[in-house]
């Protein structure tokens, strides 16, 4: 199964700040997400994007998507210390059963107060 | 709303023991249940979709023997891990989703297993 690759790995940035994070995919979607986790806990759902859709808004949240690029990012605007955590995008491939997800390696932001 | 809990959190345990974890969905019937192995600053890899009242799927590579998944009830599923050995150590997490929520998977806050 495919597997997204977010770039880049690790992000560190000031508060205030906005944050941008890109994932890019290699098959056939029907939709992407970008999910959150903070250390050593769950994940929590952000955004998700359709096939069809290309920019989608959720407070703070810009996600995007290109699909002839197999390719996703994820903005964050006005960064602030809570915001401080590994962001994953995950990819439910066409043809997947069940509403699989197949997540990528991770970016790990940090924002400095 | 959508509020999904593991049980237990963490668990140490010594090398041979099996070591159930729980997985329940709070405010909502989960029809799947998704159990995923998550290795330090590494992704998320699933392991087996599980489907109320049926057997669970597991990928490639996963060994259905060792790593038991029960889908008894639409608010829990349990996995167990047999005869676990130091290499099964790691953060296991679980997801719930149902035909409502459709593409949308809501996350427990993991157990961390570590065997000695």
């Known amino acids: 199964s495919q597997q997204g690759e977010e770039d880049p790995q690790a992000l560190s940035i000031q508060e205030g700040e906005n944050a941008t994070m890109n994932c890019s995919y290699k098959?056939?979607?029907?939709?992407l997400q970008w999910y959150r986790q903070n250390s050593g806990r769950g994940l929590v759902h952000l955004i998700l994007?359709?096939?069809?859709?290309r920019e989608k808004h959720s407070g703070r949240l810009r996600v995007t998507l290109d699909t002839s690029k197999k390719s996703s990012s994820l903005l964050i605007t006005a960064s602030r210390a809570a915001d401080t955590a590994s962001y994953f995008c995950a990819t439910e491939d066409s043809g997947a059963g069940s509403y699989q997800l197949t997540f990528g390696k991770g970016t790990k932001l940090s924002v400095i107060p | 709303g959508a509020v999904v809990s593991q049980h237990p959190s963490w668990v140490i345990c010594k090398s041979g023991t099996s070591v159930k974890i729980e997985c329940r969905s709070l405010d909502f019937q989960a029809t799947t249940m998704f159990w995923y192995r998550q290795f330090p600053k590494q992704s998320l890899m699933l392991m087996a979709t599980?489907?109320?009242?049926?057997?669970?799927?597991?990928e490639q590579g996963v060994e259905k023997d060792k790593f038991l998944i029960n889908h008894a009830s639409l608010t829990l599923s349990t996995l167990t891990v047999t005869s676990a050995h130091p290499e099964d150590s790691s953060f296991y997490i679980c997801?719930?989703?149902?035909?409502?929520?459709?593409?949308?998977?809501?996350f427990g806050p993991g157990t961390r297993l570590l065997v000695l």
């Open positions: 994007i359709r096939s069809n859709e």
């Open positions: 599980s489907n109320e009242g049926s057997k669970a799927t597991y």
């Open positions: 098959t056939s979607i029907n939709n």
């Open positions: 997801s719930a989703t149902s035909r409502e929520m459709r593409e949308t998977q809501y």
